[in-house]
């Protein structure tokens, strides 16, 4: 399944620029990175539970946020898109 | 429809912070911040292409980068959440 993982941490402390790195270095474990804070996942719901659990162990739940879209099977016909694009097919070839 | 927006816009120089406050002022118009650069829109067909085409009109298409998830009526069971939660239904009460 297809989840879109979107986040926002506080980096207002060097504690908090180092969740950053390491919410973004979890993510990508599980999929592709397509916007600064946006992440594409291709994943089964083991690994989105293995995700979702790291990654509410790095967080700090009063400051930072993390949400997930399940986009479904169909999702390559849910997402549209402007401007630069680091376009790519995770079920394909990568999209230049 | 409930579309979710989110954008990178490069705020390296002036003109990229006019950008992005632009983009920021533009979705609100249509519907609610869950994250920095995350909204999440109830629009009907007509709304979203006035939001795309306006938005398109404000970015630069090279550095900057805009998407759209088309989430579908059922998307309130296609988000989960961890953290700080801006938490709000636009179909009903603020949830806090």
Aim: aromatic fraction near 10%; charged fraction near 25%.
């Amino acid at each position: 399944m297809m989840v879109l993982v979107t986040y926002d941490v506080n980096t207002e402390t060097p504690e908090g620029r180092r969740r950053l790195r390491h919410v973004a270095r979890e993510c990508v474990n599980y999929g592709q990175r397509v916007q600064n804070s946006v992440f594409e996942c291709l994943v089964d719901p083991a690994q989105f539970a293995k995700l979702k659990h790291s990654l509410a162990g790095i967080i700090d739940k009063e400051r930072d946020s993390v949400r997930f879209y399940f986009l479904g099977a169909n999702w390559k016909n849910r997402v549209e898109h402007l401007g630069s694009n680091t376009g790519y097919d995770p079920e394909g070839l990568l999209v230049t």
